[in-house]
């Protein structure tokens, strides 16, 4: 009849694992999230066994690091201390650091949490990212 119907947006879930280590290559630091300093940061620590290095302390959990194909940006999701766990469907923060200086910008945020980032969101040419967003469109 040439009249379109709009359906109900449903959001994407995914069983993909989030928190699992990422490693930059050819330097071989893996990128992950701890609670060993109180509250989930995210700390490297270098493939030779090193000491970690925490990367991120601030007054958010942050977790679910995403490096990007040239390692010189990391992603992560940041949500409220008062959480527990990973959460899902809460407030969360999308954001991501330069490894070059550590400097950190905010790139959205919406209602997500566990798989809201999948096991590769970046783009090939790291300009781009993608995320799942738990907010229904009205």
Same mark, same amino acid.
């Given at each position: 009849?040439?009249?379109?119907?709009?359906? /109900?947006?449903?959001?994407?879930?995914?069983?993909?694992?989030?928190?699992?280590?990422?490693?930059?290559?050819?330097?071989?630091?893996?990128?992950?999230?701890?609670?060993?300093?109180?509250?989930?940061?995210?700390? /490297? /620590?270098?493939?030779?066994?090193?000491?970690?290095?925490q990367?991120?302390?601030?007054?958010?959990?942050?977790?679910?690091?995403?490096?990007?194909a040239?390692?010189?940006?990391?992603?992560?999701?940041?949500?409220?201390?008062?959480?527990?766990?990973?959460?899902?469907?809460?407030?969360?923060t999308? /954001?991501?650091?330069?490894?070059?200086?550590?400097?950190?910008?905010?790139?959205?945020?919406?209602?997500?949490?566990?798989?809201?980032?999948?096991?590769?969101?970046?783009?090939?040419?790291?300009?781009?990212?993608?995320?799942?967003?738990?907010?229904?469109?009205?």
């Amino acid at each position: 009849d040439g009249q379109h119907q709009q359906a /109900r947006f449903t959001p994407l879930k995914t069983g993909a694992p989030v928190g699992d280590p990422v490693t930059a290559q050819p330097d071989n630091l893996s990128y992950f999230a701890s609670d060993q300093s109180g509250s989930q940061q995210i700390w /490297r /620590r270098g493939g030779s066994g090193e000491k970690p290095e925490q990367m991120t302390a601030d007054d958010f959990n942050n977790v679910s690091p995403h490096l990007s194909a040239d390692g010189k940006v990391l992603l992560f999701l940041s949500y409220s201390k008062d959480l527990n766990g990973i959460p899902e469907h809460k407030d969360v923060t999308l /954001r991501m650091m330069s490894l070059a200086d550590k400097s950190t910008k905010v790139l959205a945020e919406f209602v997500g949490g566990q798989g809201s980032l999948g096991t590769q969101p970046w783009s090939p040419d790291c300009r781009r990212v993608v995320f799942i967003s738990y907010q229904a469109m009205e």
